[in-house]
């Protein structure tokens, strides 16, 4: 079974500074991996995805996440924060292969930006 | 990309009724799932919709008190029955297209009072 560590449960970052939001991740099978966004009182939206494919993988916003397997790691980042990020990020693997694409969550990382 | 559309969007609801969410995709997807989100929580997979037959539940989840209807390969119903305050959740959408994409609706927000 796959599960998702999401290492912060709150990310405050200066407007203009480096986020890093960290997911780390098990899975007895290569991994599909996801990061979305769920801003306030809204749905999720889908920032990126990790496929197999390249391991530096560029996403809507300006983010971007890399996959580690040997970390077992694909953390997110953007080099400059915006006020307009401040929202919260789940990360979330996916069993691939076949046609299983039931996903496991992260339990999410609250990220605000300062002024 | 796939738009996925939830009805209703919010609702409050009385205790030991039950309220069925509709979810619409505007393009044919293979997998559609339902969620819930429980306030200040994080998602957690309620079910697999299967097209005409009856959907695959998750471990706490069963269907009398889910039940779950995919009558076709872009529509989908969720009812939560007999609700409790407990019950009180986003409940979201979701749908597999192409390229592997997970695609999700907006949520529909309940409150039971």
């Known amino acids: 079974a796959q599960s998702v560590t999401q290492l912060g449960s709150h990310v405050s970052v200066s407007e203009g500074a480096l986020v890093l939001l960290r997911c780390n991740y098990s899975?007895?099978?290569?991994?599909?991996l996801f990061w979305y966004v769920q801003y306030p009182n809204q749905g999720l939206q889908l920032l990126l995805k990790?496929?197999?494919?390249?391991?530096l993988v560029k996403g809507i916003n300006g983010f971007e996440a890399e996959f580690k397997k040997s970390e077992t790691s694909f953390h997110l980042t953007k080099p400059s924060a915006h006020m307009s990020d401040a929202a919260e990020y789940f990360c979330?693997?996916?069993?691939?292969?076949?046609?299983?694409?039931?996903?496991?969550f992260g339990k999410g990382t609250l990220l605000t930006v300062n002024p | 990309s796939a738009v996925i559309s939830q009805k209703p969007s919010r609702d409050i609801c009385q205790r030991g009724t039950s309220l069925t969410i509709q979810c619409q995709v505007d393009?044919?997807?293979?997998?559609m799932f339902w969620y819930r989100q429980q306030p200040g929580q994080s998602l957690t997979l309620i079910a697999t919709?299967?097209?005409?037959?009856?959907?695959?539940?998750e471990s706490g989840f069963v269907i009398d008190k889910f039940p779950i209807s995919r009558p076709n390969l872009t529509f989908s119903t969720l009812t939560v029955s007999n609700m409790s305050p407990e019950d009180s959740s986003i409940y979201l959408c979701?749908?597999?297209?192409?390229?592997?994409?997970?695609?999700f609706g907006e949520g529909s927000w309940l409150t039971v009072v």
């Open positions: 979701s749908g597999t297209g192409s390229g592997n994409t997970i695609y």
């Open positions: 979330a693997v996916s069993v691939s292969g076949g046609s299983n694409y039931k996903l496991t």
């Open positions: 393009s044919q997807v293979t997998m």
């Open positions: 899975s007895s099978v290569p991994p599909y």
């Open positions: 990790y496929t197999s494919a390249a391991t």
């Open positions: 919709a299967n097209q005409g037959s009856e959907a695959t539940y």
